[in-house]
């Protein structure tokens, strides 16, 4: 790709694996977007600095998302993180780090797909219509971790829904009769993890009340589909300093 003066300077954490082979092919691809850096497991950090790398895009693991967050900030290199893992916690970690280091953007969305984006809005908007709800997410058998981070950030905008809208705890006489056979409790919301080889990425949201029931589904069949989503995470990332959570907030 034919370098442009003011395109954005991208390095790719995680750059050998599923997502960040693709995110390599599309940041290239990008006409605004240089890539400089391609950094996985083994690599130094700086040299993705020394490129002069201005946004990283990190798809790593759990394990490893906050030593790259933290360092890079201290950098003043924005991130665009769809790593998993992050819970309330390491969010304020990392509002800790960003209050010392003011200018830089921080994006960290579960899902870059816009329709699975969509999905969480539209079940973030049924949830008050219904008394029961729960989640089951699908994936490929090489995922590392479940409940997914997609599923678990539903889970949470759906029982603040439902608080907000004064409902309590849902019907469910079912005594378990072997662990983990009504799945994760997160917040009050069922959470099923399906694994099985052939998926991508797939969830449905499956809501009841008398009479009638109410799925939401969206299905990720392949990882292009995470693509656009990635790109106007790197684009905005530069105007929006702090920490932003979800790519709800860039789309509008
Ligand atoms: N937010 C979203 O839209 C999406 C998020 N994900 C999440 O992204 C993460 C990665 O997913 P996949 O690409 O499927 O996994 P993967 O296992 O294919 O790739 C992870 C890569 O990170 C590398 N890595 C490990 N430690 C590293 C380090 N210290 N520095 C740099 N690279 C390092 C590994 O060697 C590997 O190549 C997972 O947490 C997954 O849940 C996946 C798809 C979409
Ligand atoms: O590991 C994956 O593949 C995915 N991970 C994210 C998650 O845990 O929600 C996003 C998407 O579901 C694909």
Same mark, same amino acid.
């Given at each position: 790709?034919?370098?442009?003066?003011?395109?954005?300077?991208?390095?790719?954490?995680?750059?050998?694996?599923?997502?960040?082979?693709?995110?390599?092919?599309?940041?290239?691809?990008?006409?605004?977007?240089?890539?400089?850096?391609?950094?996985?497991?083994?690599?130094?950090?700086?040299? =993705?600095?020394?490129?002069?790398?201005?946004?990283?895009?990190?798809?790593?693991?759990?394990?490893? #998302?906050?030593?790259?967050?933290?360092?890079?900030?201290?950098?003043?290199?924005?991130? #665009?993180?769809?790593?998993?893992?992050?819970?309330?916690?390491?969010?304020?970690?990392?509002?800790?780090? &960003?209050?010392?280091?003011?200018?830089?953007?921080?994006?960290?969305?579960?899902?870059?797909?816009?329709? !699975?984006?969509?999905?969480?809005?539209? !079940?973030?908007? !049924?949830?008050?219509?219904?008394?029961?709800?729960?989640?089951?997410?699908?994936?490929?058998?090489?995922?590392?971790? =479940?409940?997914?981070?997609?599923?678990?950030?539903? =889970?949470?905008?759906?029982?603040?829904?439902?608080?907000?809208?004064?409902?309590?705890?849902?019907?469910?006489?079912?005594?378990?009769?072997?662990?983990?056979?009504?799945? !994760?409790?997160?917040?009050?919301?069922?959470?099923?993890?399906?694994?099985?080889?052939?998926?991508? =990425?797939?969830?449905?949201?499956?809501?009841?009340?008398?009479?009638?029931?109410?799925?939401?589904?969206?299905?990720?069949?392949?990882?292009?589909?995470?693509?656009?989503?990635?790109?106007?995470?790197?684009?905005?990332? &530069?105007?929006?300093?702090?920490?932003?959570?979800?790519?709800?907030?860039?789309?509008?």
């Amino acid at each position: 790709m034919t370098q442009q003066p003011d395109s954005i300077r991208v390095g790719v954490l995680g750059a050998r694996g599923r997502m960040g082979l693709e995110v390599c092919k599309a940041v290239d691809a990008a006409g605004d977007m240089e890539l400089v850096a391609m950094i996985d497991q083994g690599d130094e950090l700086f040299k =993705a600095s020394d490129a002069g790398a201005q946004v990283f895009v990190d798809f790593t693991t759990p394990d490893v #998302v906050m030593d790259n967050l933290h360092w890079a900030i201290d950098q003043g290199i924005n991130m #665009v993180v769809g790593t998993t893992g992050f819970t309330g916690e390491r969010l304020d970690q990392v509002r800790g780090w &960003l209050d010392a280091n003011p200018g830089v953007g921080v994006l960290i969305a579960p899902n870059f797909g816009l329709g !699975a984006v969509l999905m969480m809005q539209f !079940a973030t908007r !049924a949830a008050r219509y219904f008394e029961s709800v729960e989640v089951i997410e699908q994936h490929h058998p090489r995922k590392l971790d =479940a409940p997914s981070g997609t599923s678990t950030h539903t =889970a949470k905008l759906i029982a603040q829904a439902r608080a907000e809208a004064g409902l309590g705890p849902m019907p469910d006489a079912t005594k378990e009769e072997v662990d983990g056979a009504r799945g !994760a409790d997160i917040d009050g919301v069922r959470v099923h993890s399906v694994r099985a080889s052939g998926l991508v =990425a797939h969830q449905e949201v499956l809501f009841g009340s008398l009479g009638e029931t109410l799925t939401i589904r969206h299905d990720s069949l392949d990882r292009v589909s995470f693509m656009p989503g990635v790109l106007l995470g790197v684009r905005k990332i &530069l105007e929006r300093p702090g920490l932003t959570v979800g790519l709800d907030s860039f789309l509008d």
